[in-house]
């Protein structure tokens, strides 16, 4: 039986001990580097991942979140309230056996026997939509939403609305995909 390991330090996925490539790593080798790419982004996103994961799970300490992520924190709790959606799970790494790559979604989301997954962010950019392919590859869905959480407390919505918008953007991963695989094995 296969076992995937996860790495949260080094954001590494690994099958019976072997390096899968990770969505969010395609991503960033074939679209190149975005200015919020960085570290100072990256802990904020992190420590607002793991608020919402507390607050999922009924454990969240109000008085210790980071005050720069507290609006988006709120902008979440205001979004669970205005969609009713519930939660299945969230932040379960993933892999694909066929294509050989992982990924971690934020989230599984049921609304009226429909599966969504979702992904949260702090803005919007395009790619996002290459990123919510491949997690639809993942694990099939109905659809697919960036949630986008905003400083002062409101919320975006991003869709992949239905199968065909769905299999766009898993052709535009693998295509990715295909292109990171080319640089690698080329060493371009």
């Known amino acids: ?3 995937l390991n996860f790495d949260p330090e080094k954001h590494e996925y690994r099958l019976n001990n072997k390096k899968l490539p990770s969505v969010t790593e ?3 080798d074939v679209f190149g580097f975005r200015p919020w790419w960085n570290d100072y982004h990256a802990e904020k996103g992190a420590a607002l991942h ?3 994961n507390y607050y999922n799970n009924g454990v969240l300490d109000w008085g210790s979140v980071d005050p720069e992520i507290h609006g988006r924190l709120l902008a979440y709790k205001r979004f669970l309230k205005e969609t009713s959606y519930f939660i299945q799970s969230d932040e379960t790494p993933k892999y694909s056996d066929k294509y050989l ?8 989301f049921n609304e009226k026997n429909k599966f969504i997954i979702a992904d949260y962010k702090s803005s919007f950019d ?3 939509y290459v990123q919510l392919g491949g997690y639809s590859i993942l694990e099939p869905c109905d ?7 905003k400083t002062n ?3 975006d919505l991003k869709w992949l609305k239905n ?8 052709q535009a991963f693998l295509n990715s995909f295909a292109v990171f695989n080319l640089k690698k094995e080329h060493k371009i």
Not at 101 to 108: E, P
């Open 1 to 3: 039986m296969n076992k």
């Open 26 to 28: 395609i991503i960033k």
């Open 50 to 52: 793991l608020a919402i």
């Open 101 to 108: 790559f992982a990924g971690t979604m934020d989230a599984n």
């Open 126 to 128: 395009p790619t996002v």
């Open 143 to 149: 659809k697919c939403v960036a949630i986008i959480l």
């Open 153 to 155: 407390g409101l919320y």
């Open 163 to 170: 199968q065909y918008e769905i299999k766009y953007w898993q």
